[in-house]
């Protein structure tokens, strides 16, 4: 019903910047929360910057004053700006989104909240 499609990614030095995007598709009601985690090799998944369901964002403390999310709503996409890039920062960075979607049940039409992620977009950063 929805998917994400995630680019930007890619090799850069310690210090330079990249900037990931990622557009949602499909039958889309509307979006609440949408922003990126990431998931570095041997590593649990970790937020990284997040459109919150309040209208805030809400970043890990380890990106602040480095990363700025943004979004385009009318286009249903969301922008990670990443500056002054670590090798800290090497991970496969991941879309999510909570879309709401409608479907029938037993003739009932229902509000559904769906959680959805991207396929990832793998940022190395070399020292």
């Known amino acids: 019903q929805v998917q994400l499609a995630e680019s930007g990614g890619g090799l850069v030095q310690a210090g330079g910047s990249l900037r990931l995007s990622c557009v949602a598709s499909?039958?889309?009601?509307?979006?609440?929360?949408m922003g990126w985690y990431r998931q570095a090799p041997g590593k649990q998944r970790e937020l990284v910057a997040l459109?919150?369901?309040?209208?805030?964002?809400n970043y890990a403390d380890s990106v602040k004053g480095r990363f700025t999310i943004s979004r385009d709503n009318a286009k249903n996409t969301v922008f990670l700006e990443m500056n002054n890039l670590k090798p800290e920062d090497t991970a496969v960075y991941c879309c999510?989104?909570?879309?709401?979607?409608?479907?029938?049940?037993?003739?009932?039409?229902?509000?559904?909240?769906?959680?959805?992620w991207g396929q990832g977009t793998l940022v190395t950063v070399s020292s």
């Open positions: 999510y989104a909570d879309p709401i979607v409608i479907t029938k049940v037993a003739g009932t039409t229902v509000h559904r909240y769906l959680e959805v």
């Open positions: 499909g039958h889309i009601f509307s979006i609440d929360q």
């Open positions: 459109f919150t369901h309040s209208g805030g964002t």
